[in-house]
């Protein structure tokens, strides 16, 4: 099984992106984030007509995660939040979809962004990511052989050569961040594409020419547990989706599933 994580930055914008991707690398499952769109604005006809199903979650023009599957597959115990996850402004923001495919547990995540590092936004960041851990550490104690993903956009660069100048970051490179990102790694988490992929940005700003510059970050993950660690042989990150027209800022991260 292929599954890939991308933050689409409007899906409405980036269908046209999206769906030839889904063409040429026949990934099974993506993970999006960012949709910026409620369910019923989702082009759910662009994905049918290649064979796709779609499970969407968002409220409004922020935010929002979906998946994107192909149609021989089922999607089984979905869920619009993970247990415990926190409010922000009284809301529980679309910011993480659960489902189960060919039995694993995959989770599209769109971390929050955290603004600043007294921003009320980065409480909310941390928190997010706290009981996420939490909640990842009672599922693999209570089951081992849990196979489980947990991918997208973490809004963090857990290492110095995960941006291109650390000068002109406040968040995301922050201990308390980097800190909330390890603890997955510390319940048994593990980021394969690290080890397969070591030297690539996931992420480069529209402005003052990033891309051609590669002033970039690398923030978008796919962290499996221990179990499904094992059946990961492959890994990419998709580049070339950050040229040409009409690209999101993010490039999608594939991971390969071995039976």
């Known amino acids: 099984m292929r599954l890939a994580t991308w933050n689409v930055n409007s899906i409405r914008a980036r269908a ?16 999006m984030q960012e949709i910026k769109c409620k369910p019923e604005q989702f082009p759910y006809a662009d994905f049918e007509a290649i064979g796709y199903k ?3 979650h968002g409220l409004n023009q922020w935010n929002g995660v979906a998946f994107a599957y192909k149609a021989s597959l089922e999607a089984e115990d979905v869920e619009l939040e993970f247990s415990s ?3 922000f402004k009284d809301v529980v923001e679309a910011r993480a979809l659960g489902a189960t495919f060919n039995g694993v547990r995959v989770w599209s995540l769109y971390v929050p962004h955290g603004r600043g590092l007294e921003d009320p936004h980065m409480e909310y960041k941390l928190e997010f990511l706290d009981r996420l851990a939490s909640l990842s550490a009672e599922q693999l104690e209570m089951n081992p052989d849990l196979e489980m993903a947990l991918v997208g956009d973490f809004n963090i660069a857990p290492l110095d050569s995960d941006v291109y100048d650390l000068s002109m970051f406040e968040t ?36 003052d020419l990033c891309f ?48």
């Open 212 to 259: 051609p510059k590669n002033n970039g970050m690398r923030i978008d993950f796919c962290l499996t547990s221990p179990a499904l660690t094992e059946r990961v042989s492959a890994a990419s990150i998709e580049r070339v989706e950050r040229k040409g027209e009409g690209p999101s800022d993010h490039v999608p991260v594939i991971i390969e599933l071995s039976d």
């Open 54 to 56: 779609v499970i969407a």
């Open 172 to 207: 995301h490179i922050s201990e308390p961040e980097r800190q909330a990102f390890e603890a997955f790694e510390q319940i048994g988490f593990a980021d394969r594409v690290r080890e397969l992929v070591p030297d690539e940005y996931t992420y480069w700003d529209y402005k």
């Open 16 to 31: 046209p992106r999206v769906i030839p991707f889904l063409e040429r690398t026949q990934v099974d499952v993506l993970a």
């Open 85 to 87: 996850q926190p409010m």
